[in-house]
């Protein structure tokens, strides 16, 4: 399993790779934000606080023990009581009332301006404490701490005196007509419920319906088998019937086939079938010796017929064993689904039932922690209600709120980077440098080319490898190696084929600079133009009037007159100068073939640009013909499916390639062999 430090290195090495997609979300997402942010109406907001003890009321006595719960319960009661006064239309209307007139008869001009002032102020208890904290939001900063100034004054004067006759008048109405209505209800559920369990069999519904589904589950495979096994059994006594209308073809029958009497007698009556043709023309009609043979022949198939008969006997026996399951187990199956609607029926009912009671039980114990809330400030007073803290003008708006917002955009931007990320590697199926070849294709990597603008050939103004230095050079060089201990196992070894599954992979320019290394190394090299349908190989070279290969395939020449030097690089060229048609036919004649022999003799390395092996069957049949064949993979551009695709037609024709070449890896995720190559010297030690 990889550790952190390897999954962060490879996270950052995706971010590297993808830096435009992290970019352009970085800009969406703070970008909208901003706007968002610059956009948005500031909101203003007042606070205060309130001290709303109570005085004398007997359901806060201190002296009660926390344990049972008794005082908390009450002081959230209590408590919750003066939230829902505070915000209330009656203190709006009152607080209303008491603005200042130019700020009255703005608000007199608003559409139910207690409903829209309630809905504006917030209010919320310190835990533990009898403080309530008051907010009023509003786009206005002038009427922020007025407006909030009203709804104090008009709480603090509100609860001033008693208000427990309210609380005691909802409390009668509860105790005298709500609650004994719901808990009748309840009592007519829970007897209904009681009537239906009481009934003989539904107290186990739900075992005696799980039970029986089970068997009905059982009944039904059992059934499935049995209808397979009638099938099968149908199936060998047809074969038997319509065997015995053909006696040869007898042995063709599984049973038969596997019957050690009939193969016996199979195997008598040929020899004797063989004594009887080798010696016909020696004996009359009527020889003693020709009846016997024919008396034997007879016995022999009067032997078979009997023992078909005892196999069809028996199969017989079997399907009508099967048949009769088979009517057996459709009438219990039967039986178990008239079972199951009913059971499921009574189910419907109970579950209907219980969902009665439970509403019933749920509406009571509500409607009685309304009773207990009323019941327990019905004989409080708040006379000592105060101000804890008056409100203030707000210096600033509270919305929108910068800092945080930029804080949660950054937040929003590092998951959804991850996530996108992680979702487009894991949708990415292309080749990269970082994962084994060896879990794609089970081929092993021979070299990895870096990307460099230098190492790509561009037709006549290319330059020829011997004049770059750098990765580039020495990844030809390993392959190179590679190739010639490969090769060096058998002298007539000289042609590489070098494949790829689709086009635009890199083969063309992997088979120039492979041919140019080679000849650097003073070996004797012809590269070979396979691709007759798009040609491209004279125009990378420049020998756009070099002679055509195509004279060599409708053998209008020798295979000396159709090769020539290259214009840059100590190499020789067999190329094609237009489209051929009918490639496939040609690539698999002799004339290539011819070609390949000549090369064999006259050149040290042949290497064959083919074309790709997913679009047409021309590099296969290249492939066959080659000693040596190389696939050549394009980083960030050739797709596993289509490797994976292509090695099973190779396997298909029992081709294995060498290894891979992976072509065009980024700077970045290439080996390391850069950083070395162009490092400067290090100075000499001086000798003691």
């Known amino acids: 399993m990889p550790s952190i430090r390897e999954k962060l290195s490879w996270l950052l090495g995706v971010v590297r790779r993808r830096k435009a997609v992290v970019l352009f979300l970085g800009l969406l997402i703070h970008g909208s ?54 915000t209330g239309r009656e203190i709006a209307d009152t607080a209303l009332s008491s603005l200042p007139e130019p700020l009255r008869t703005r608000w007199r001009h608003k559409r139910d301006p207690a409903g829209l002032l309630s809905s504006q102020l917030q209010a919320e208890t310190v835990p533990e404490t ?35 006759a309210t609380k ?69 006594q047809k074969a038997f019937e319509d065997a015995r209308q053909v006696p040869e073809q007898i042995l063709a029958v599984p049973d038969a086939r596997d019957s050690e009497t009939i193969r016996e007698l199979r195997r008598q009556e040929m020899t004797i079938r063989d004594e009887f043709s080798s010696r016909a023309g020696r004996l009359r009609t009527k020889h003693p010796e020709r009846l016997a043979l024919e008396a ?32 057996l187990l459709l009438a219990e199956s039967a039986a178990l689904e008239e079972t199951l609607a009913a059971l499921r029926k009574n189910l419907f009912q109970l579950n209907r039932l219980k969902s009665k009671v439970d509403t019933a039980q749920k509406t009571y114990d509500l409607y009685y922690g309304k009773y207990g809330e009323a019941n327990a400030t019905a004989d409080v007073r708040v006379a000592n209600v105060g101000v804890h803290e008056y409100p203030r003008a707000p210096q600033g708006p509270f919305y929108p709120n ?48 870096p990307a460099a603008e230098s190492i790509g050939v561009d037709g006549p103004r290319s330059r020829p490898l011997a004049d770059i230095a750098g990765p580039g050079l020495e990844a030809f060089r390993r392959l190179r190696s590679d190739m010639t201990y490969r090769l060096m196992s058998d002298p007539n070894r000289r042609v590489v084929a070098l494949l790829s599954p689709m086009a635009g992979e890199g083969k063309t320019t992997v088979a120039v600079r492979l041919a140019e290394v080679f000849a ?79 090369a064999r003799q006259q050149y040290d390395v042949v290497i064959v640009d083919t074309p790709p092996l997913l679009l047409t069957a021309d590099a296969a049949i290249m492939a066959k013909q080659a000693d040596l064949s190389l696939l050549v993979l394009r980083h960030r551009v050739s797709r596993r499916q289509h490797v994976v695709t292509a090695m099973r037609e190779l396997k298909g024709l029992g081709l294995a390639p060498a290894g891979i070449v992976l072509n065009a890896v980024a700077s970045n995720e290439a080996l390391s062999y850069s950083s070395y190559y162009h490092a400067e010297p290090r100075a000499a030690v001086p000798s003691a």
């Not at 059982?218 to 096994?229: F, M, P, S, W, Y």
């Not at 199969?315 to 099967?322: D, F, G, I, M």
């Not at 917002?405 to 970082?434: K, N």
């Not at 650097?520 to 756009?544: Q, S, T």
């Open 130 to 164: 009898y403080l309530i904290r008051i907010r009023y939001v509003t786009e206005d900063r002038e009427e922020a701490a007025p407006v909030l100034d009203a709804v104090v004054k008009a709480y603090v004067d509100s609860r001033a005196g008693q208000y427990g």
């Open 402 to 449: 910068w800092p945080f917002g930029l804080a949660m955009a950054f937040m929003l931007f590092v998951v959804a980077s991850v996530g996108l990320l992680l979702l487009l590697e894991r949708l990415d199926d292309t080749i990269h440098a970082q994962e084994p070849p060896e879990t794609y294709s089970g081929l092993e990597p021979l070299t990895v080319i």
């Open 520 to 598: 650097m190394a003073d070996k004797k090299v012809l590269l070979l133009e396979a691709d007759l349908r798009r040609p491209n190989l004279h125009h990378v070279l420049g020998n756009v009037h070099a002679a055509d290969l195509e004279k060599l395939l409708t053998r209008e020449a020798d295979p000396e007159a159709v090769i020539t030097p290259a214009r840059y690089g100590r190499f020789d060229v067999a190329c094609v100068a237009r489209s051929i048609p009918n490639p496939t036919e040609l690539l698999a004649g002799a004339p290539v073939r011819d070609l390949l022999d000549y």
């Open 168 to 236: 005691r008048s909802a409390a009668g109405e509860l105790s005298a007509h709500t609650l004994p209505e719901l808990q009748r209800a309840l009592q007519e559920s829970a007897a209904e419920l009681d009537s239906f369990l009481a009934q003989d069999g539904n107290s186990e519904l739900e075992q005696r319906h799980a039970a029986t589904l089970e068997r009905w589950r059982k009944v039904n495979e059992r059934l499935g088998a049995v209808r397979l096994q009638r099938l099968e059994l149908t199936s060998r």
């Open 33 to 86: 934000a901003g706007v968002y942010l610059l956009t948005a109406t500031p909101l203003y907001r007042a606070e205060a606080k309130l001290q709303v003890e109570p005085e004398n009321g007997p359901a806060f006595n201190r002296e009660e023990s926390y344990f049972l719960g008794l005082r908390s319960l009450r002081w959230n009661d209590y408590m919750g009581t003066q939230l829902r006064i505070i």
């Open 296 to 327: 034997r022949l007879q016995e022999i198939r009067q032997g078979i017929d009997a023992e078909i008969a005892r196999i069809i006997s028996g199969v017989t026996a079997q399907l009508n064993e099967a048949r009769h399951e088979e009517e």
